[in-house]
């Protein structure tokens, strides 16, 4: 389950001083995700143990305020992910959970709010709800998507974001349309430039042959994606 650590990060967490934990597998297919290594994982590769992560929280108490749980996709875990984060509680209950999800299991987010064991989540919105299937999904996922929005907003203002990574040939004004629809005012959104990292890192680059990913400059973005950024009052942008 555990495929990585990362004792130190200053931008994983926003405004926390973080160690990452990386979980394996994702039930989506991004062409452009750079997490090959956790979504494909080699099942040879000996999975890091649960004791050797609270061993290394437990050296960096009063140090890091906070632990990122990232993946893959985390939530598809879910008892043995609320295990983890009570084991990490109980090495610090000073220690700040944050978990990024794709937003595919609303059921688990919702336990995981409504049983206060997060702190911040943070929500990937790749595309209009019901454009998911085929480019990210092999199953139609819109409906699991709209109740998750909505349910990570109810983690109130500084508490949440929602990411949008954007691709040359999988964003245009039209999307952006589409998914502001599905944004509020207050929402925290962050939009992220596509990044290259090597073909060995992505899960596939071809995969959609027709498809230039590559990235866009900031002074496209802020054309094309003008209907969120008019949309939302909290707009910011990475990796420009």
Do not use: W
């Amino acid at each position: 389950m555990i495929l990585g650590f990362q004792g130190t990060t200053l931008v994983n967490f926003p405004y926390q001083v973080a160690s990452v934990i990386f979980l394996s597998d994702c039930n989506l297919h991004c062409a452009y995700c750079y997490n090959k290594s956790l979504v494909y994982p080699n099942r040879n590769n000996q999975p890091l143990s649960t004791e050797y992560i609270l061993k290394e929280l437990e050296a960096r108490k009063g140090f890091i305020t906070g632990v990122c749980i990232t993946g893959g996709e985390p939530t598809l875990y879910h008892f043995d992910l609320i295990k983890l984060i009570e084991e990490i509680k109980k090495v610090s209950s000073e220690f700040l959970i944050k978990v990024d999800t794709n937003g595919t299991r609303p059921d688990v987010i919702k336990n995981l709010i409504d049983n206060k064991l997060v702190d911040y989540l943070a929500m990937d919105f790749k595309t209009i709800p019901t454009e998911y299937r085929g480019l990210f999904s092999k199953y139609e996922v819109d409906e699991a998507i709209i109740e998750s929005l909505n349910i990570v907003r109810s983690m109130g203002q500084n508490r949440y974001e929602f990411r949008v990574t954007v691709v040359r040939d999988l964003f245009d004004v039209t999307i952006a349309k589409g998914m502001s629809k599905h944004l509020m005012k207050e929402d925290q959104v962050y939009i992220q430039n596509f990044k290259f990292y090597g073909e060995e890192n992505h899960i596939n680059t071809k995969m959609l042959p027709d498809i230039q990913l590559a990235a866009f400059t900031k002074k496209e973005i802020e054309v094309i994606a003008e209907p969120i950024i008019k949309k939302c009052s909290n707009v910011k942008f990475r990796n420009f």
